[in-house]
């Protein structure tokens, strides 16, 4: 079963970095990052699925593997990072309310769906 994880986490990563290179050549300047564009598609797949877990351990592998490896928080932290270190204060706060507030909606659908 470990094993099968690290297949599904490995997956996830090659589709979040192929995704993030494609959006990176579509979109030049933009509020919201490519990386925090997959962090928050990744976290409204897991709210999705957290109903389904008890089915079966499929699931269980998706959540943790593929959307483990699919969201990668550290870049988005390393991004805000680089914003701040060069100045882009308005940049970085503007990233981080959209942020916030997509994840609060995520919040908002998770307890919907319970």
């Not at 928050?40 to 079966?56: D, K």
């Amino acid at each position: 079963m470990i094993i099968l994880s690290i297949i599904c986490a490995a997956l996830g990563a090659v589709c979040r970095v192929y995704i993030t290179d494609l959006l990176n050549a579509k979109i030049s300047h933009s509020t919201i990052t490519p990386t925090t564009f997959v962090n928050i598609i990744g976290s409204i797949m897991i709210v999705m699925f957290i109903p389904l877990m008890n089915i079966n351990e499929f699931i269980h592998l998706l959540i943790s593997g593929f959307f483990g490896g699919f969201t990668t928080f550290a870049t988005m932290t390393k991004e805000y990072y680089e914003l701040i270190t060069s100045k882009q204060y308005k940049s970085f706060v503007l990233l981080l309310i959209t942020y916030i507030i997509l994840l609060s909606l995520t919040l908002i659908l998770y307890l919907f769906i319970q």
